[in-house]
């Protein structure tokens, strides 16, 4: 079985946000495409109108994925949604992003439940290198206290059983929720991580150890990714005008993202999806 033990999901509303996402890049194949939709992410998560994720969850996870789904575009077969992941170091730091997926659940799921992002705060280093190695599998078996509001400092990991802990928001309908995966699975986009490191530069642990040094001449907004971890960590707000306030920046980034997976789509395992055609099928089926 690919189930990790102890791992469970824990879901808490944020206050309804529908008429204020921020627009997510296209480019969910690449990484650089990837690095902007967590951007967006977490300039939501940041918005002082909604009910923040804990910021004890950021403070003490071992490493977090934000995923974005796929609605209408490319996608890697089998996948719902694309993402990163990043390590967070002993010292508060975060490392470099490791390209990851979502896959295990329908697209009548993603269509019907509406799930636009999912953060995934992973407990310690097994859970880690479970999801490097075969994919790590969200399940049900633990039960964990929903929590909301950036005040909260609880611990990742505190489980009813005392077994450590995955824990998942679900961005759906307007509002981060609780919402059931039950059986996703999230692991390591190799192909995706080898375009953007280089040839044989597709190794996970390597990546986030620093090992394989993150490509300085590619326009990306990595930087701007881990000082919003860290002001989601101090259980900080902000409007996202002031999240984002260099616009050239952003727009550049979201340029080359797309650009970047049109190189990564010409690859066999890429295909083109729309998740209400794909909804449709399944229900037929």
Known sequence: SK???????????YGNMSE?????????????????NANMVLTDALRPSIRGVPKGYFMTCAGICIMTTVQAGMIFSGSVGTGIFMRRNLDGSWSNPVAV?????????????????????????????????RGVELSASTQVTAVVGREFEGAVGASGSGTSALISYAYSKGAFIGLSMQGAIVGPRTKANETFYGPGNSDPAKIIKGEIPF?????????????KLDKCAKGISEKPSDANADAAKVDAAMKHA???????NSMTEVQHVDIAAEASKEQGN
Not at 20 to 36: D, H, Y
Not at 116 to 124: L, Y
Not at 215 to 227: F, N, Q, R, S
Request: with cysteine.
């Open 258 to 264: 797309e650009e970047a997976a049109g190189v990564v």
């Open 215 to 227: 490509p300085t001449d590619k326009p990306t907004l990595i930087d701007d990714v881990k000082e």
């Open 101 to 133: 997926g979502i896959s295990g659940i329908g697209f009548g799921f993603v269509f019907g439940a509406n799930v636009k992002d999912v953060i995934i705060f992973f407990p310690d280093d097994q859970s880690i290198e479970t999801m490097f190695s």
């Open 3 to 13: 189930s990790n033990k102890g791992i469970a999901n824990i879901f808490a509303p």
């Open 20 to 36: 204020e996402t921020t627009k997510r890049s296209p480019g969910l194949t690449s990484m650089e495409g990837m690095i902007c």
